[in-house]
């Protein structure tokens, strides 16, 4: 990764802090500017290493930057891009780590104009139990998966320059389109977080819910670690993302209606062999192998 003039990183929380961190254990020298709207986490960003100055604004941040990152949640992406579209250099390439992609190529290619071919599309596969950039790392993405969704229009040396960056940060880069990834992602981290919250919003609003959670033991928790994640966030990529979540739940709501018809016919062999079959699938996925996405 050569030397940057300048990174502008917009949203100094888990994943933009992270990658600035990164971004300098691998050489990176310039200054890193850091624009949030809350003004206590881009002092701790300083403090903390992660960035070198504090914008007053998301133009001032990207004026004069070779590389902007947008790390902010899918809804914000929007007028984040607006403003900076206003400031961003002609050779500047923009990035951003939202979780859903669609849309969020629409957005960009609205907001950016003739700077869209400089953006680039990204989706790091990462994260920790905390967020903010208190629990920003500078190893968050080593061995990570990075999901970049490039379109026609996207400039060649754009992507490479973002796969670069990434690969600096100890990542491993991926390609996909837009619609894949969401197709993908809807059915492999957006519905299982759509479950879990409907499985613990449930049990929460029983009269006997405290006595149910005090005998939860590790299936439950494990299950249902995922409905402590950020609220707004997950409001934000559930929408942005719904018609593939929708489809993806109706697809589980089959696969449910079909065990609870074996239950219900006390079929033990039809349930043994959903059961069996289900393990076998798990037993063969290794976290962050399966398929080549290049």
Same mark, same amino acid.
């Given at each position: 990764m050569r030397r940057l003039r300048k990174v502008a990183v917009i949203g100094?929380?888990?994943?933009?802090? %992270?990658?600035?961190? &990164?971004?300098?254990?691998?050489?990176?020298?310039? *200054?890193?500017?850091?624009?949030?709207? /809350?003004?206590?986490? #881009?002092?701790?960003?300083? &403090? #903390?290493?992660?960035?070198?100055?504090? &914008?007053? %604004?998301?133009?001032? &941040?990207?004026?004069?930057?070779?590389?902007?990152?947008?790390?902010?949640?899918?809804?914000?992406?929007? %007028?984040?891009?607006? /403003?900076?579209?206003?400031?961003? /250099?002609?050779?500047?390439?923009?990035? /951003?780590?939202?979780?859903?992609?669609?849309?969020?190529?629409?957005?960009?290619?609205?907001? #950016?104009?003739?700077?869209? *071919?400089?953006?680039?599309?990204?989706?790091?596969?990462?994260?920790?139990e905390s967020s903010g950039i208190e629990a920003a790392t500078l190893d968050l993405f080593k061995g990570a998966r990075v999901v970049l969704t490039p379109v026609a229009e996207t400039e060649l040396k754009a992507t490479d320059f973002v796969r670069a960056a990434w690969e600096a940060a100890g990542a491993r880069v991926s390609t996909l389109s837009a619609v894949d990834h969401d197709r993908i992602f809807a059915a492999v981290s957006h519905l299982p977080h759509f479950l879990s919250f409907a499985l613990v919003s449930e049990i929460a609003s029983r009269p006997d819910s405290a006595d149910l959670f005090s005998f939860a033991a590790g299936g439950f928790r494990d299950f249902t670690r995922i409905a402590a994640g950020d609220p707004a966030m997950w409001r934000d990529v559930l929408l942005a993302n719904r018609e593939q979540v929708l489809q993806q739940s109706q697809a589980f709501r089959a696969a449910l209606s079909q065990l609870e018809a074996s239950m219900s016919a006390g079929d033990s062999q039809a349930l043994e062999d959903a059961i069996a079959a289900a393990s076998a699938a798990r037993a063969r996925w290794q976290p962050g192998a399966g398929l080549s996405l290049d």
């Open positions: 100094v929380g888990l994943i933009g802090g %992270s990658l600035a961190l &990164a971004l300098r254990r691998a050489g990176f020298a310039g *200054p890193v500017a850091g624009f949030d709207r /809350d003004r206590g986490a #881009l002092e701790r960003a300083v &403090a #903390l290493h992660a960035i070198d100055e504090i &914008a007053e %604004s998301v133009s001032e &941040a990207t004026r004069g930057a070779e590389l902007v990152v947008v790390a902010v949640p899918v809804r914000a992406i929007g %007028s984040v891009l607006h /403003d900076v579209g206003l400031a961003l /250099d002609a050779k500047a390439v923009v990035t /951003d780590v939202g979780s859903t992609k669609a849309e969020v190529v629409e957005i960009a290619r609205h907001e #950016l104009r003739e700077r869209f *071919p400089r953006f680039v599309p990204g989706h790091p596969i990462a994260g920790r």
